[in-house]
């Protein structure tokens, strides 16, 4: 097992493998970004033991606690008859954030009483979803897998109303297992560059670069291995440098990516574009 800090953040590795096949996720410079991508890229490759919940080396692990992070039982119910459909859920016991750079976040809404997924998160409104995962209908399981701190983590499973596994995926404390990840220091793995999100071979979530300091280089959306919406590059030192802007949804032929702001290192805008206002 590995350690490796993405800004600032600890991720535990089991293996890295590098992966160069471009004919699965063709990968090219940045658009109109001027970073070097044409790297090898690594990839996580998620150990069986991620669809475990309870991480103890004690013969008997504590009720409630899963990979060392206590947690609370709730539920939800909603519908009539055999119309039933129950959650079983764990949620964090005390407050904190969700993993960092991922998009879609799981927690439980005090006010709606009800699982909520979303891009930000309040701890002021909700709590975090963490641990084992299972939504029924009567007595037939519809979905079952693991949170970790508001993030899918190993396997999930999606069944039918009639028992027959519909789908099966497989994360990394929300990433995919599919996403790739490259080094500035390709034998130690401390200092990450690039975190691409991919699913069923195609670019798909929130992709991040980063400088060699730490600080987030550019950000942004794929959506089926397309850019969507807001592109943003930011210089070393954390100012804003430009804004890229790209059809909102993937394979609109009627829009072109264009750039939208840009600015100079101590933060005074430079450029500004009209277009699309």
Do not use: C
């Not at 609370?72 to 119309?83: A, H, I, M, S």
């Not at 016991?93 to 699982?115: A, C, G, L, Q, S």
């Not at 029924?136 to 999606?158: C, D, P």
């Not at 394979?251 to 450029?271: L, N, Q, T």
């Amino acid at each position: 097992m590995q350690k490796v800090f993405i800004s600032g953040m600890l991720v535990m590795v089991s293996q890295v493998v590098l992966a160069q096949d471009n004919n699965k996720v063709p990968i090219g410079k940045e658009g109109q970004f001027t970073f070097e991508t044409e790297k090898p890229y690594k990839l996580l490759e998620l150990d069986e033991k991620t669809s475990e919940p309870i991480v103890s080396k004690k013969k008997k692990p504590k009720r409630k606690t899963f990979y060392g992070i206590k947690t609370r039982k709730g539920y939800t119910r909603k519908g009539f008859g055999d119309k039933i459909t129950i959650e079983l859920f764990y949620t964090l016991k005390k407050p904190d954030k969700p993993t960092d750079f991922v998009r879609d976040i799981y927690w439980y809404d005090y006010t709606r009483h009800e699982i909520r997924r979303t891009g930000n998160f309040d701890p002021k409104k909700g709590v975090l979803l963490h641990g084992p995962y299972k939504k029924l209908q009567g007595t037939t399981v519809l979905e079952e897998g693991i949170f970790y701190k508001g993030a899918k983590h190993g396997r999930w499973m999606k069944y039918d109303r009639h028992d027959i596994l519909d789908d099966k995926e497989k994360y990394y404390k929300g990433w995919p297992k599919e996403s790739l990840v490259t080094y500035y220091d390709a034998n130690e793995h401390k200092k990450v560059k690039e975190m691409i999100p991919v699913e069923i071979d195609e670019r798909e979530g929130f992709y991040f670069m980063f400088h060699e300091n730490g600080n987030i280089a550019v950000t942004g959306e794929f959506k089926w291995d397309q850019k969507v919406g807001d592109w943003i590059e930011n210089y070393p030192n954390g100012k804003r440098k430009k804004i890229v802007s790209y059809p909102k949804e993937p394979f609109d032929k009627s829009a072109r990516p264009f750039v939208r702001k840009e600015w100079d290192e101590k933060g005074k805008e430079i450029f500004s574009s009209n277009k699309g206002v």
